[in-house]
């Protein structure tokens, strides 16, 4: 079963949402901000087991159609944000159908986001401009260096390590490290 959020704008206590399965964020998720950047002692975690996926709906139940379906705008999040410490354990934080519809402006997460595999949350036409999903900002909360939501592990002192590495040349080319460490 998923958790859905609900609106929590702005929310001015902090909280740690767990799922042992998906997180489906249907609304803003802010704490107090000041020109955009998040203030004051309230944090936020947002931990599933599973995906971390932004709802995003279609005009049609279709979804085997061609991806040229209208958003349903109440199933639609335009100029999102997140105010949060993001982790998917297991798999990603995505966007629902980042592939089709129409563009949705701007991701915004202040926080930190960690995964396991990196999800789509939009795509990009031949010129680089956003075509679908939405176009990514992602700002580091510096709080969280020392305010973490409650039940979370620190992050920054967790058993964490670089599994492999992949180095990209501007060529094209690409190489593989592996690395190990005790933790």
């Known amino acids: 079963r998923a958790i859905r959020s609900r609106s929590l704008v702005p929310y001015s206590t902090s909280v740690t949402i767990a799922s042992a399965n998906n997180i489906i964020i249907t609304s803003n998720l802010q704490t107090t901000e000041t020109s955009g950047v ?3 002692a309230a944090v936020m975690g947002l931990v599933a087991d599973q995906f971390v996926r932004v709802e995003h709906g279609l005009g049609s139940t279709d979804y085997s159609a061609a991806c040229n379906q209208d958003n349903l705008s109440t199933q639609s999040l335009p100029n999102l944000t997140l105010d949060a410490a993001i982790l998917s ?10 592939d089709c519809g129409n563009t949705l402006g701007t991701l915004k997460i202040n926080g930190a986001l960690v995964q396991n595999f990196r999800g789509a949350v939009g795509t990009v036409d031949n010129n680089g401009n956003a075509a679908t999903g939405y176009v990514k900002n992602y700002t580091y909360d510096d709080r969280l260096a020392y305010l973490l939501p409650p039940y979370l592990f620190d992050i920054s002192t967790g058993g964490w390590e670089v599994d492999r590495e992949t180095l990209c040349d501007p060529g094209g080319s690409s190489r593989s ?7």
């Open 89 to 98: 354990l297991k798999h990603s934080f995505m966007v629902d159908h980042y």
């Open 177 to 183: 490290e592996e690395h190990t460490s005790e933790l």
């Open 38 to 40: 998040p203030t004051g």
